[in-house]
């Protein structure tokens, strides 16, 4: 079965990545084979193909209709080379199906999914690794229905970690969500200037049942901006199209660039924007050196971004267990002055008997004791169950990721003269108290008078009651001003 095949036999269903499958089939979209920690690999399965691991060798077939995380053993019908090579040479009387070794090695397969297809895809440029997507993707508020703007998709890590956290449904319906559901359905608009890549990455972009989830654009962002041009649109229809270019409306910016500083400009709010004209909207930039974030974050605030913040992500895995104290076969020292002093007395004792063993061969005698038992005679014994001991934890000697600067920034909405025409109208019809406001209502009255009866000494309640009574009219304050007051508080 070829590409073209498995590409038109999976055509119109969902995404492996989206929603995890029942059963292992035949498809385009990548199958997992974990083969050891921090070991996969992504193959697209075929009835006719045949995985070569060191473990052994694997039939597409034997992957088939199992549930992911299964376990599968080596075929014994296609034997390892490298069980082949370590076998004793088969005598002539010994045919080829008696000296076929037993099958020993196995392998698990998994479904796809955006961390996986992270650790085993090919790499094409540098990828955005989990830890610095996961974190981008939680400080651009990006979910469901979002409309997320890459730029530099190289490999496509992110580009799968974002597809995943917008989806909401597929705009054709073939996954069952109607369109009046959710009014707007996620996407993600990636640009990449390198024609190759860009022509790879959508080749797997089709391949993973991931078409009209993602746009792939090849275009130089820093020169032409964002704006997508509509004969490249796939599918070939959007509503939002002018002038022959769409925009993508985003609502979350992601730049991989090399000088995002040159691509910022673009992003703004004037003209035809690429960006939602009524949403807030985030951008971070990937940089890997502190010139280019001083750089992008001049730039940032010159064109009304704010909240600029720049963090860095430093992933290390920590191992928890449980340390058991070690005996004196196993290298520990001595914990102790006194056994320090025993551990002297054994190694004297040790020398001594050594010695008596020497003369005694050379003499022909037998020996007056049995062995140099030593260590096993004195000294600190091991502890043999797994419940002593202490719960130590420990990091990894080295960072299992690149080190990058994220730079995070707010567009904030266009604030227009009508907005705050409005905003007035809103504010005027529902305020209820306010500095305008001479008098307020008997409850409220009485609340507020209430409320300030026990924060006030004796003689200031007295007379406060003394101008309640009388009236608000003809209460003069200090400064010869006329001044109402409610129950005691004076304004």
């Known amino acids: 079965m070829t590409s073209a095949d498995l590409a038109s036999f999976t055509a119109g269903t969902v995404s492996p990545f989206l929603s995890l499958p029942s059963t292992v089939t035949a498809s385009s979209a990548p199958t997992i084979i974990h083969l050891k920690r ?8 075929s009835p006719t193909s045949t995985l070569q691991t060191r473990f052994g060798t694997f039939p597409h077939t034997s992957f088939l209709s199992l549930p992911p995380g299964s ?3 080596a075929s014994a019908s296609h034997p390892n080379p490298r069980d082949q090579r370590k076998r004793k040479r088969a005598s002539p009387e010994e045919t080829s199906d008696t000296a076929v070794p037993s099958a020993s090695g196995f392998v698990h397969v998994l479904a796809p999914t955006a961390e996986l297809w992270t650790a085993s895809l090919p790499h094409r440029t540098q990828v955005v690794y989990t830890p610095d997507s996961s974190y981008i993707l939680h400080r651009l508020n990006v979910g469901p229905g979002s409309r997320v703007i890459e730029a530099g998709a190289g490999s496509g890590s992110f580009t799968h970690a974002a597809v995943r956290a917008v989806y909401s449904g597929y705009p054709d319906g073939r996954d069952g969500v109607a369109s009046t559901h959710i009014q707007q359905k996620g996407k993600v608009w ?35 901006g964002f704006l997508v041009p509509s004969s490249q649109l796939r599918p070939a229809a959007e509503s939002s199209s002018s002038g022959g270019v769409v925009s993508p409306m985003g609502t979350a910016v992601f730049l991989d660039l090399p000088a995002p500083w040159l691509a910022i400009p673009h992003l703004s709010r004037s003209g035809n924007s690429p960006l939602d004209p009524d949403r807030e909207v985030s951008i971070c930039t990937f940089s890997p050196c502190i010139e280019q974030v001083t750089r992008t974050c ?24 449980r340390q058991l104290p070690r005996g004196y076969d196993d290298g520990a020292g001595p914990r102790s002055i006194s056994e320090a002093l025993t551990r002297l007395r054994g190694v004297n004792t040790f020398r001594e008997q050594r010695k008596d063993l020497q003369l005694s061969h050379a003499a022909g005698e037998k020996p007056i004791f049995e062995g140099l038992g030593f260590k096993k005679a004195s000294g600190r014994k091991s502890w043999g169950t797994g419940e002593e001991g202490r719960v130590i934890s420990r990091c990894e000697p080295e960072l299992k990721t690149h080190t990058s600067f994220l730079t995070f920034a707010t567009l904030p909405r266009e604030w227009t003269d009508e907005m705050e025409a409005e905003a007035a109208a809103w504010v005027a019809a529902n305020e ?48 010869g001003e006329v001044a109402v007051n409610f129950g005691g508080i004076d304004e």
């Open 38 to 45: 921090d070991n996969n690999q992504a193959i697209a399965l």
């Open 71 to 73: 376990q599968v053993r």
């Open 190 to 224: 990636s640009f990449e200037f390198h024609e190759e890549r860009a022509a790879k990455l959508r080749e797997e972009i089709e391949n993973h049942n991931l078409d009209g989830l993602v746009q792939i654009t090849h275009k130089d962002v820093c020169a032409e």
């Open 298 to 321: 001049t730039v940032l605030r010159s064109h009304g971004w704010v909240d600029v913040q720049t963090v860095e992500l430093q992933h290390q895995r920590l191992e928890v267990r």
């Open 432 to 479: 209820t108290r306010g500095v305008n406001k001479g008098v307020v209502g008997e409850k409220e009255k009485k609340w507020l008078g209430e409320k300030a009866e026990s924060n006030r000494s004796k003689k200031r309640r007295e007379r406060g009651a003394r101008k309640l009574a009388d009236g608000v009219e003809g209460a003069v304050n200090r400064d």
